[in-house]
């Protein structure tokens, strides 16, 4: 429960995730949670938003790996057997 404006949210999300896409480091861990500390400072602990940044990162990264990976073992079993092209 952060109470922060949605105006707010709606320049300086943008801004954040601007700045973690320049290719400083991988994946823009790191930048992104830097960078949402530093904007969003004034309205949350740095712990809330250090969990924020995080979880964003498990969202936009990690989370799709694992479910990309659970397809793979079919996707490997079909494509030997011939099934795919």
Same mark, same amino acid.
Do not use: D, H, Q, W
């Given at each position: 429960?952060?109470?922060?404006?949605?105006?707010?949210?709606?320049?300086?999300?943008?801004?954040?995730?601007?700045?973690?896409?320049?290719?400083?480091?991988?994946?823009?861990?790191?930048?992104?949670?830097?960078?949402?500390?530093?904007?969003?400072?004034?309205?949350? $602990?740095?712990?809330?938003?250090?969990?924020?940044?995080?979880?964003? $990162?498990?969202?936009?990264?990690?989370?799709?790996?694992?479910?990309?990976?659970?397809?793979?073992?079919?996707?490997?079993?079909?494509?030997?057997?011939?099934?795919? $092209?």
């Amino acid at each position: 429960n952060v109470p922060i404006p949605l105006n707010t949210v709606l320049r300086l999300v943008p801004l954040s995730l601007l700045i973690s896409s320049l290719p400083i480091t991988l994946g823009g861990l790191g930048i992104r949670e830097c960078t949402i500390l530093f904007l969003f400072k004034s309205y949350a $602990s740095a712990e809330s938003l250090l969990a924020v940044g995080v979880l964003y $990162s498990f969202v936009e990264n990690i989370f799709p790996l694992l479910i990309n990976c659970s397809f793979t073992g079919f996707f490997i079993k079909n494509m030997f057997r011939g099934k795919i $092209s």
